[in-house]
């Protein structure tokens, strides 16, 4: 146990891992591609919708 008076400094915390960070943000890139594709997908979806049936219909519950 360290004494409260010493002087000695405490080790740094390890560097963060390059890999992990570059794979981390690699992965929320991804994740907000996705979102962005499903998301015109379903404007698309829509759009063609409205042209069919003059209407735009209710999504189901977790749809």
């Known amino acids: 146990m360290r004494s409260p008076l010493s002087t000695t400094p405490e080790a740094a915390p390890p560097a963060p891992d390059r890999f992990a960070e570059a794979l981390a943000e690699a992965a929320q890139t991804a994740a907000a591609a996705f979102w962005l594709m499903l998301t015109i997908s379903d404007a698309?979806?829509?759009?063609?919708?409205?042209l069919r049936e003059g209407k735009e219909a209710e999504l189901a519950e977790g749809e």
């Open 44 to 50: 698309v979806r829509r759009a063609a919708q409205r």
